[in-house]
């Protein structure tokens, strides 16, 4: 688990193809991996990565078929930034919300326009995870926890304040940027809640309009 309180840009040195998946290397910055061993995970662009070598100035991870399909990372370059962060400890301030590393989904950035001192953008996420993004929620972009300010529809408006935008990787998005998107855990799990009994059932569709009439949310 994670707060979404990038520690680090890193940067990618190494990209090899394995048998059909992905092994990578992540070099760490100023990420200080003293208390990091290998099994660990360390969130990067938002996904959780399982650390299988330390050799000393940053890690590296094995990349699934299936982190491949579902992230930006088939997109990622050599000398590629990435937002960093450790998993948290017991005594790690919850200063974001609680992210899991687990990546619902790719956005791409629409637009982006000066606010006084801060930087507008506008996303838009895949359709079908619209319905768990909510004005004033929480979000995860390339595993930097981040408020909502505005939606219309699947896109949605963040306001990046300077210190983000110096410290993250925020600051190089241009239109037509592809960023990992994750929702709030707790909107999807009280969605999976709402199906009751339902949700064993393996032709379950989730949550419709039909479903909430019938049990009474309507």
Not at 18 to 41: A, E, F, P, Q, W
Not at 77 to 91: D, F, S
Request: with cysteine; glycine share 10%.
């Amino acid at each position: 688990m994670f707060t979404g309180i990038i520690e680090s840009v890193g940067k990618v040195v190494s990209l090899q193809p394995k048998n059909g998946d992905l092994r990578l290397r992540i070099h760490t910055g100023n990420l200080h991996l003293s208390d990091v061993k290998l099994g660990d995970s360390i969130s990067t662009n938002g996904v959780c990565l399982t650390v299988v070598e330390l050799p000393g100035d940053g890690y590296w991870a094995d990349v699934s078929r299936e982190t491949l399909d579902n992230t930006t990372l088939p997109l990622w370059k050599i000398g590629q930034p990435v937002n960093l962060e450790k998993a948290l400890t017991p005594q790690t301030r919850l200063g974001g919300h609680i992210v899991s590393g687990h990546v619902d989904g790719v956005g791409e950035v629409v637009a982006r326009y000066p606010d006084a001192r801060s930087e507008r953008f506008r996303i838009r996420a895949p359709k079908e995870l619209a319905k768990y993004i909510a004005h004033k929620g929480s979000i995860t972009i390339d595993g930097t926890s981040l408020t909502v300010n505005k939606i219309d529809g699947a896109e949605f408006e963040l306001n990046i304040v300077p210190h983000t935008l110096q410290w993250t990787i925020m600051d190089s998005y241009q239109v037509g940027t592809k960023v990992n998107l994750e929702v709030d855990v707790l909107a999807r799990y009280l969605e999976r809640l709402m199906l009751g009994d339902k949700a064993a059932e393996s032709a379950s569709q989730g949550i419709t309009l039909e479903f909430l009439a019938k049990n009474g949310f309507m």
